[in-house]
Structures are given as C-alpha cells and as structure tokens.
C-alpha cells in the first residue's frame, strides 16, 4: 500500500471548516481503495499564528513541508492582518519555494449547479484554465522610493522570464493534444508592449511543436467578455499570473459560484510537494457558522487524487458532487440549500460508499 504524506495548513476563516471536510473524504476514499492511504500533518499556520508571533509560519516552514507529498490548503487571509503581509508569507511564499509553476482551475459547470448566465450549460462551460504561477506580474520585483514625501513613486515590475513563459505555455499544448481540445492564449500585447508581446511570442513559438492543437489568442478584455457570451470557445486556456487570477472568478461565478471553485498548484516534475485548495478565500463574515460551502475543497481532493494517479476516484468525487447537486437536498445556503458543512461532507462520503468493492 502507498501512503501519501499530506501537510495540512487548515488556515483562516472558514478554511479549518471546509478542510476537515475535504480531509474527511479523502479519508473515505482511501479505505475504499485499499491500494494506497493518507498521512495527514497538521500544521498551525495562518492569521492567527502571526498574530501571536508576528510570522505567518515558522521560519524553517518551508524545511518542514518538502517531506510532503502534497500540501491541503485552507484559506489565508483574517480582518487586521494586511492582505500582502497573510499572502505573501504563506500562500505566495509556498508556491515560489516549491516551484509551484502551474496553476490549473478548472471553470466547468457541473449539472445542477446554478449560473447566472442564461445560455450557460454544462455542455458549453467546460473550460482548464493553466495560470503561469510563479513570476509574471506577482513576481513581487519594485520598489517604493521618497516614501511620505509628494513626489512619492511606486514602481511595480512584472517579470516575464523565457523559461517561465516555455515551460507553462508547452504544458498547456500538452494538455490540449492529450485531450484533443483546443488552447486559447490571453494576453494584453496591445497595451503591455514588452511583456505581452514576448508571451504571444513564445506561444506561437512553442506552438510550431503542436502543429495538431487548434489555437486561439484574445486580448483579455475581448477574452473576460466572451467568456460570458460565448463560453463554449474556450476549453484549454494559458494566461498569465494576473489574468488567470482574474478570470478565474470570473468563471467561478459563471459555473456556480466561488463555493464551487478548486485550485491545483502544481510542481509537474514532483520535485517539490504541489498544494491543493478552494480558491474561495476565507470569507471571516460566515466563519464559524458551519455554513461554508465544502464542495471546493472537494474538488481541490479530486484535483489532488488526479495528480497522484487515481483519476478513477478523481472522478467520481466530481461525480458525487453533482449528484448533490442535482437533488438540491443537501447542500449549503449560498447554492439555494439549507445544510450545514458537515452534512455536505457526510453526504459525499455516504455517496462514495456506492463505489465500495
């Protein structure tokens, strides 16, 4: 039997509600597959560990989570902590060390879940958005200079390096002939005339390796606009850091809501752990309640049951959540239901117990 050793960063807000639900069914799932388990490590990291030691993890936190297979996020963010100081000191801090370069949110509208978009079915909402996840324009490279005084500048650099560019632009020509789909480029080469026009550059380099992928490139205002209109143009989808940030809650709100929005970063060579996590945020307003939606943090458990393999449970963790959907009988208030989180969560598994050998 292989054991996957998995760091659980629980978090803020409602991150420590809807990650034991998401460590519940992955629990589920491993005893009904006796060919592998988990190995959950909780770790104490978040808004309230900096409050009381000024830091948002320990100093050799990154030491300690490379023996892991994989990383199981919460949330990150709490009122009185700055959003810059909680992101960049976990959450950022964990995908650069780790070389997370890949950021894969899948927009897809599962059946049953609602979209505010008339035209919007699961047959054409069925997008993988690949964010470059590691430089780009959160590459944190500026400065702050004559702070306080009135002649005060603020420069922000987006970093744009060739092998950053390459390397997550090829695997998303990958992904598009592995699943015979087509790859939509987005960028704003109009406007940002050095780091834009150097994407689409290396996008119709690399693409002379695909001559098989059908292509398509969109300014991202055109892009954000045609996502509502005509969705079923997009199915694999490469952007920068900024853009796939951006576009993606877009697509959140298209398929369903936030409640409905997983995240996979991804170290593709597995020389570091990749982490999984909703994408969601903290939402500190409904924290505590036991009314956060965990049905993200589900997917975010398929995403991490793909990435070691088991594409098989992946999917039928996607299949269970539709089925919730679809009754309409247990699930959380933010999807028209009455539930609470745990209830969600037990609904999955009591569904995952069908598949039992």
Known sequence: METYKIAVIAGDGIGPEVIDEGVKVLKAVSKLDKSFDFDFTYFPWGCDFYKKTGKMMDDDGIEQLKKFDAVFLGAVGAPGVPDHISLWGLLLAIRKSFDQYINLRPVKLLKGAPTPVADATPDNVDMIFIRENSEGEYAGSGAWLYKNSPNEVVIQNGVFSRKGCERVIRYAYELARSQNKTLTSISKANALNYSMVFWDQIFEEVGRDYPEVKTYSYLVDAASMFMVKDPARFEIVVT??????????????????????????????????????????????????????????????????????????????????????CEKKTLTTDLGGCSSTADVGDAIVEKLNKYKA
């Open 240 to 325: 920068s850091n900024l853009f796939g940030d951006i576009l993606t809650d877009l697509g959140a709100a298209i398929a369903g809501g936030m409640g409905l929005a997983a995240g996979a970063n991804l170290n593709p060579e597995r020389s570091f752990p990749s982490m999984f996590e909703p994408i969601h945020g903290s939402a500190p307003d409904i924290a505590g309640k036991g009314i956060a939606n965990p049905l993200a943090t589900v997917w975010s458990a398929s995403q991490m049951l793909d990435f070691f393999g088991h594409g098989d449970w992946g999917k039928r963790l996607i299949d269970c959540i539709e089925e919730l959907l």
